[in-house]
């Protein structure tokens, strides 16, 4: 896709260059991500470097044995010990895991799937518990009014009420912020400046407007900061509500909707087939947050929750045993996505979101996240086909090169049958983690 510019000027800011651009950052993830080695990698390692010494052990036992104990001469040995060493080259085990992650990174980023960390990625086929972020993850994260209620004591008209909040939520970059402000603008009416700002993470923001102390934010606000808001009744189905008041006065209620996502119900039900319970966790009160749990099938709503307090529903979990992995976008997640077992950055994500998460998904599609899943599964089932195969091949080709089956069935292997077989068991190797690359993981 593009933009073509067919008739006028065109003035283009570029906001950054070289390194900093996106392209350069997709890079450089997959980059360390095909430089990262999961667990398993160092357990081949190791086995590599002990093979080695198998190798030369055998190779020396095979010469012994048949050039002293069952003389043989000493051309008949030195062959036998010959295709002992090469045979037990550990070629095929050194590529079994590197052939695999090599593959894994490409086919995750093709899918818009960027792996930090092959260990996050490792671990993310045990995960059986998936939190998400509700606002932007999802939802679409765009709010829109859906109704204004005035209180009964109110002087204000919706226009002024909205106007007031508007000017205040200009200072905000929250999404529910965003929607009141575009919804004044969409209006048409002037929102005047504003003083003496300050936010409340997770409830709300106050401003003076014209000499007026403006209060914008959830009903927990309103009432830390001693405002009635009486017994006003509000009808509300999935909407989020936002109280405003003046100089300590209540004045009514603005009511905003975030539309969900049609892949989040697909999301879940796709991670309830594959046996993993899913939460949600949100700011928004209990009530607009079981609404959205129940349209979704959620298995655990948390509701209310303070940006400082998401780690914490993120510990409660991990305490029941399960392994959790953490979707989310904002600033706010980095602290959750950290601590979660796989922590999951959806949409690109703010910069220290993507700094803290394992995976990173490109979209701002859930779906990914069934993606992320299976592709980690898919390749731990890859990186054990390979291991089996490498060890098995070493378990049955080292004695027979070392002549074991001679005297019984005649079965001697030369050196250059023991070069063929060890070039064939890394060529299998190979092509085996290339079959990968026709790997489904959507589902």
Known sequence: GGTLNQDGSLTVEVIKTGADTAIAQIMKLIQEAQSSKPNVQHLADRAASVLTAVAVIAGAGTFGYWFFISPQGAVFAATLAVSAVVVACPHALGLAIPTVTTITSTLGAKNGILIKEMKGLEIARKINYVIFDKTGTLTRGEFGVTKIIRSQSSNLSEEDMLKLAASVETNSQHSIAQGIVKEAKKRGL?????????????????????????????????????????????????????????????????????????????????????????????????????????????????AQVLPEDKVNKVKELQSRGNTVAMVGDGVNDAPSLTQAHVGIAIGAGTDVAVESADIVLMRNDPLDVVKAISLSRKTNSKMIQNLIWATGYNILAIPTAAGVFYQAFGILLRPEWAALLMSASSIIVVFNALLLRRADISQ
């Open 190 to 302: 002037s929102v005047p400046k504003i003083g003496g700002f300050k936010s409340y993470p997770g409830k709300g923001a106050l401003g003076e407007v014209g000499g007026k102390t403006v209060v914008v934010g959830n009903r927990g606000l309103l009432s830390e900061l001693k405002v009635d808001v009486g017994n006003i009744k509000i009808d509300i189905k999935d909407e989020t509500p936002i109280y405003t008041s003046v100089n300590g006065k209540f004045e009514g209620v603005i009511l905003l909707a975030d539309e969900i996502r049609e892949e989040s119900k697909k999301t879940i039900e796709k991670l309830h087939d594959m046996g993993i319970k899913t939460a949600m966790l949100t700011g928004d009160t209990k009530d607009v947050a079981e609404v959205v749990g129940k349209k979704l099938k959620i298995d655990t709503v948390f």
